[in-house]
Nanobody, 125 residues
Framework: QVHLVETGGGLVRAGGSLRLACASS????????MGWFRQAPGPGKEREFI????????WYTEAMKGRFTISRDDIKDILYLQIDDLKPEDTAVYYC??????????????????WGQGTQVTVSS
């Protein structure tokens, strides 16, 4: 079985920073694509792509580039998301996910096979 568990969320003031972590257990894939998504509160919200990484290659949307940094520790088998200069609009549940490399559009949540339960990030002004 494969389990992904996100940690590191919490309540922070605007301008602060958080480092989220995603620990993997069980066998995922050989050289998996790992990604971070978030889902803002409220109705009709979809999981929004933040960043993805396969090996040493990382991808971001233009909107996420700068304040968000994805990285991985292959020895510890942990995926990280560093968030700097947090803003109230960053409030969301943050998810990590795993999928097959080059299986499709890395920005599409449907391309990922395994998901964590999410960790809540709340940013106050």
């Amino acid at each position: 079985q494969v389990h992904l568990v996100e940690t590191g969320g919490g309540l922070v003031r605007a301008g602060g920073s958080l480092r989220l972590a995603c620990a993997s257990s069980g066998r995922v894939f050989i050289n998996p694509r790992m990604g971070w998504f978030r889902q803002a509160p409220g109705p009709g919200k979809e999981r929004e792509f933040i960043a993805a990484i396969t090996g040493d290659k990382a991808w971001y949307t233009e909107a996420m580039k700068g304040r968000f940094t994805i990285s991985r520790d292959d020895i510890k088998d942990i995926l990280y998301l560093q968030i700097d200069d947090l803003k109230p609009e960053d409030t969301a549940v943050y998810y990590c996910a795993a999928g097959r490399p080059y299986s499709g559009d890395y920005r599409d949540a449907g391309e990922y096979n395994y998901w964590g339960q999410g960790t809540q990030v709340t940013v106050s002004s």
